[in-house]
């Protein structure tokens, strides 16, 4: 059964650091990783989105990459504004001949607050 | 390009009673996604459907149903609601390439 874990569960920091927020997941057999964000009570944002075959994502502040022998992936964001403030979450989706793409397991998130 | 809907936004049922939720897909993708969202269990994974057949299916009770119609939209039901219930209902979109498009959740509140 695949397990997805993020650390650190919560993490606050001052406007303009760099962070890094971390995932792990149990099968490393996973059709693709996603990172997503969610604000308080709304649905979730695809942020970046790695293939199974790929390394790392970028876009904007956000580079994602992915080490599937190890079960890893990190979200690196740069230079941290108030309005990165949201719940970050980490999913994969199981490999089997692609017929499990639509079925994701989620970490617990990781709730990142910037302040001013 | 229109986005995930779902319908309605917000809810309120009695134990006991069942309720019916709606998703729309982004045109043109096949399968449809459901999720619950808890404080205690986080989010998770209730079933998937493409092209009106349930693929994938989570760990939950059977008073969890769905469907999916011709036009791709899909509804969930839950019978003999419970407290428990409680949760914010998430549809994704899943088109081929693999990546989830979620739509805004129904807010479920079971008194």
């Known amino acids: 059964k695949q397990e997805v874990t993020q650390i650190p569960a919560a993490l606050s920091v001052p406007e303009g650091e760099n962070l890094v927020l971390n995932c792990s997941f149990t099968?490393?057999?996973?059709?693709?990783l996603q990172w997503f964000r969610q604000d308080p009570g709304k649905g979730l944002t695809s942020l970046l989105l790695i293939q199974s075959s790929q390394r790392e994502q970028t876009s904007g502040r956000l580079n994602a990459s992915l080490d599937k022998s190890s079960g890893r992936s990190t979200l690196y964001i740069a230079a941290s504004q108030p309005g990165d403030s949201a719940t970050y979450l980490c999913?994969?989706?199981?490999?089997?001949?692609?017929?499990?793409?639509?079925?994701?397991?989620f970490g617990q998130g990781t709730i990142l607050t910037v302040h001013p | 390009k229109a986005g995930v809907t779902q319908t309605p936004r917000y809810l309120i049922k009695t134990r006991g009673q069942q309720v019916t939720l709606s998703c729309s897909p982004i045109s043109g993708h096949r399968s449809v996604s459901w999720y619950q969202q808890t404080p205690g269990q986080g989010l998770q994974f209730l079933f998937e459907?493409?092209?009106?057949?349930?693929?994938n299916k989570g760990n939950f009770p059977g008073r969890f149903s769905g469907r999916q119609f011709s036009n791709s939209r899909s509804e969930m039901n839950v019978s003999t609601l419970e407290l428990g219930d409680s949760a914010l209902y998430l549809c994704?979109?899943?088109?081929?390439?693999?990546?989830?498009?979620f739509g805004q959740g129904t807010r479920l509140t079971v008194v």
């Open positions: 459907y493409f092209s009106e057949t349930q693929r």
């Open positions: 994704a979109s899943n088109p081929t390439s693999g990546d989830a498009f």
């Open positions: 099968d490393s057999a996973i059709y693709n």
């Open positions: 999913a994969v989706s199981r490999g089997a001949g692609g017929t499990s793409y639509g079925k994701l397991t």
